[in-house]
């Protein structure tokens, strides 16, 4: 089936320290995007990607990292530099790039700063 | 600046029993209108969407939803509610071409009294 994976589900990090989340999907979706979601808010848009190589940031971009070397693959490195990362972090993509292009999430991954 | 508002945070509703939520946008022209659903600890699934055309969307599982221009609303309803239906529903709003440029609100949550 096709879809988006995330990992981990749940991740535990020391203050100080760099952690990676992983988003891949197999839809051949050219556009993948990082969100963060915290409790009673919608969800921020974080970086955005259209194309290969290419990544562009959202709304709340400070303290984070992204890379896409392949197209199915969008890893999140949620840095030192984020004062308050604990939150839950939701991966889509959508097929073009375009405000009618339906999103599809992943299941997510739920930081916490310990 | 373009915004979107789900004026209720919480509503529970007996099963079997009717429901609609609210959601209100800011914004000139016609904008592009989600819903999305996200249960416990789960990404986001698309229930429907308007672009343009009939003002009354169908949507997944038996939702719809209701374009009203004067209003600036685009209510989600469904006629009779199963407990399933329990969890977090999002409005968006996509104001531009891009879909970078998608707005979401704060999310209500809908609990089903047995």
């Known amino acids: 089936d096709g879809g988006i994976t995330q990992s981990p589900k749940y991740l535990f990090r020391k203050e100080g320290q760099n952690v990676t989340l992983s988003c891949e999907q197999n839809l051949n979706h050219d556009a993948m995007y990082w969100y963060r979601q915290d409790p009673g808010q919608g969800l921020r848009l974080i970086y955005y990607s259209q194309i290969v190589n290419d990544f562009q940031k959202g709304d709340i971009a400070e303290g984070y990292s992204v890379s896409r070397e392949k197209k199915e693959s969008f890893p999140l490195t949620v840095t030192s530099a984020q004062k308050n990362p604990t939150a839950f972090y939701l991966c889509?993509?959508?097929?073009?790039?375009?405000?009618?292009?339906?999103?599809?999430f992943g299941p997510g991954t739920r930081l916490t700063v310990l | 600046a373009q915004s979107v508002t789900q004026p209720d945070i919480h509503i529970t509703v007996s099963e079997g029993a009717s429901l609609e939520l609210r959601c209100n946008y800011s914004y000139g022209a016609t904008p592009y209108l989600f819903w999305y659903v996200q249960s416990p600890g789960q990404g986001l699934q698309l229930l429907l969407k308007?672009?343009?055309?009939?003002?009354l969307v169908q949507g997944i599982k038996g939702f719809e939803a209701e374009f009203k221009r004067s209003q600036s609303s685009f209510n989600l309803r469904k006629p009779s509610v199963h407990w399933s239906d329990a969890a977090e529903y999002f409005c968006a709003v996509g104001v531009e071409s891009s879909a970078s440029k998608i707005i979401f609100g704060s999310g209500t949550r809908l609990s089903i009294r047995p």
């Open positions: 889509a993509s959508t097929l073009g790039e375009t405000s009618t292009d339906t999103q599809y």
């Open positions: 308007y672009f343009s055309g009939d003002t």
